[in-house]
């Protein structure tokens, strides 16, 4: 698995996109500038955005790439997390100030209902690798100078979502790609939701260790694949084979619809094969995020 740290420069942008709410805030507030003036675009042209929660803020923090403007956090969790919070983060972020506030100062930040622990980061969004970057990487493991504590996953593995809108499942997707160690997570640049607070807090710190790909033709991404030498496997429930049984080889795109729509038609056509996932009646079909889970332990996770 890679991120933006190996890439670097290879990298191509995507594009950033803000909470229902401005990061600036009024004068006096987390965020807020004097005389009311918006808050400029960040350094890469983009404007910046509010990461909350631990894990996603400890995570951000640790990653070299991030770009990191302002930290906040209540009394209650700087007494909690400070320590962490100075020990974890790259030594790149050490000269990041922690900023005490209020709870209500958060929450003013934040979409309704963000459950935040007392943590906000106010940082430039991610710049993400294009799908070419992908195929061009060295593994993890040929670029460390010490053997890994675990053994890399021999078969490589990369997701890709076919019309998944909401955040939240992106997210889990993403933690679960980083749990069973995919190499990416490929979305449509239309529709498929950015880089967000909220898409943050569900991947949990995956975000920051799984590039996150955008791609404007999901049919042509799959062809840029196959000539790679992936073998594509679609997702679908009424599909004859199990994955189980599909005995794909070392290179493997992995294919998931929307639920209830499922793939679209020029994305099943591009699929090797359609492979389902087993379930037991009254159940017919998994959440698109736990059908990734599922999926990429079957594929990467056993031995």
Not at 18 to 36: C, E, W, Y
Not at 120 to 135: K, N, R, S
Not at 273 to 294: C, Y
Request: hydrophobic residues 45%.
């Amino acid at each position: 698995m890679f991120n933006g740290r190996i890439l670097g420069a290879a990298m191509t942008r995507r594009k950033g996109k803000l909470g229902s709410r401005s990061p600036a805030g009024p004068p006096g507030q987390p965020g807020g500038q004097a005389g009311g003036r918006p808050r400029p675009a960040s350094r890469s042209g983009q404007q910046p955005l509010w990461l909350y929660g631990v894990h996603a803020v400890l995570a951000a923090l640790a990653n070299p790439a991030r770009r990191p403007e302002r930290l906040l956090a209540t009394p209650e969790a700087a007494q909690t997390w400070g320590q962490r919070l100075r020990e974890e983060r790259h030594p790149g972020h050490a000269g990041l100030a922690l900023q005490t506030v209020q709870r209500r100062d958060i929450d003013a930040l934040l979409p309704d209902g963000s459950v935040h622990q007392g943590l906000a980061l106010l940082t430039a969004p991610l710049d993400q690798p294009g799908l070419e970057d992908i195929f061009a990487a060295r593994p993890a493991a040929e670029l460390a100078t010490e053997p890994p504590a675990e053994p890399a996953p021999r078969r490589r593995v990369v997701v890709l979502l076919d019309q998944v809108t909401d955040p939240h499942n992106v997210g889990a997707v993403l933690r679960s790609a980083a749990a069973f160690g995919a190499l990416a997570v490929v979305a449509l640049d239309k529709g498929a939701p950015e880089e967000s607070g909220t898409l943050a807090k569900a991947a949990s710190g995956a975000l920051e260790v799984v590039p996150y790909v955008s791609v404007v033709n999901l049919a042509r991404a799959l062809d840029s694949l196959k000539d790679a030498g992936f073998w594509c496997l679609g997702l679908a429930g009424e599909a004859e084979r199990s994955l189980a049984a599909s005995h794909p080889g070392e290179d493997v795109a992995l294919v998931l619809g929307a639920e209830g729509s499922g793939l679209r038609r020029l994305t099943r056509e591009r699929c090797d094969l359609l492979v389902k996932l087993p379930t037991r009646a009254p159940i017919e079909s998994l959440n698109v995020s736990n059908a990734a889970a599922v999926a990429l332990y079957e594929l990467l996770g056993r031995g």
